[in-house]
T-cell receptor, first 113, second 110 residues
Framework: SAVISQKPSRDICQRGTSLTIQCQVD?????MFWYRQQPGQSLTLIAT?????????ESGFVIDKFPISRPNLTFSTLTVSNMSPEDSSIYLC??????????FGPGTRLTVL | TQLLEQSPQFLSIQEGENLTVYCNSS?????LQWYRQEPGEGPVLLVT?????EVKKLKRLTFQFGDARKDSSLHITAAQPGDTGLYLC??????????FGAGTTVTVRA
């Protein structure tokens, strides 16, 4: 399975600012995914980020709020823009593999004051 | 959106006891995964089941996929404190996206 790292691991931000989260994979992968997770809760898919195409967003998530970059097969970024306290959450990236399996990074814990 | 319902939501047991977590849906999935997540970490894949009626064992963990590929169960025998965590089931189809259940928080007391 791929080894996935995320930066930062946690951050505390002021409302109205933006934070960019990085996701680095140790091998080339086609499919990457970004999720949001409230502590102790399940995962909600934000978008699918495939290299060479625009990210595909799920219902309730828009590009202006969560712009995503996917410059190559090992890296992606998610920006949380114009943050409010409601954006406080854990943000996870994952990579897709054979048979619908996904492997996750350690997550970024975001607190917005 | 295909919904997966997990039960129970919370489970607290004594070390050495057995436990079962259920994952049910009205939709058919081509595959179903179980993940365990510990605080401060991302979910870790435990198993993937793809065939209706399939049973897989991973040491003290037994996973079963329903005959109709709509439901699954996770059984842990002689639970240990190291089994503590959030257990998530996730169903997948041909679009490579996963639908996650709400999760079951398992606490095993020493």
């Amino acid at each position: 399975s791929a080894v996935i790292s995320q930066k930062p691991s946690r951050d505390i931000c002021q409302r109205g600012t933006s934070l960019t989260i990085q996701c680095q994979v140790d091998s080339q992968v086609t499919m990457m995914f970004w999720y949001r997770q409230q502590p102790g809760q399940s995962l909600t898919l934000i978008a699918t980020a495939n290299q060479g195409s625009e990210a595909t967003y799920e219902s309730g998530f828009v590009i202006d709020k969560f712009p995503i970059s996917r410059p190559n097969l090992t890296f992606s970024t998610l920006t949380v823009s114009n943050m409010s306290p409601e954006d406080s959450s854990i943000y996870l990236c994952s990579v897709g593999s054979f048979g619908n399996e996904q492997f996750f990074g350690p997550g970024t814990r975001l607190t917005v004051l | 959106t295909q919904l997966l319902e997990q039960s129970p939501q919370f489970l607290s047991i004594q070390e050495g006891e057995n436990l079962t977590v259920y994952c049910n849906s009205s939709s058919v999935f081509s595959s179903l995964q179980w993940y365990r997540q510990e605080p401060g970490e991302g979910p870790v894949l435990l198993v993937t089941v793809v065939t209706g009626g399939e049973v897989k064992k991973l040491k003290r963990l037994t996973f079963q996929f329903g005959d109709a590929r709509k439901d699954s169960s996770l059984h842990i025998t002689a639970a240990q404190p190291g089994d503590t965590g959030l257990y998530l089931c996730a169903g997948g189809n041909n679009d490579y996206k996963l639908s996650f259940g709400a999760g079951t928080t398992v606490t095993v007391r020493a």
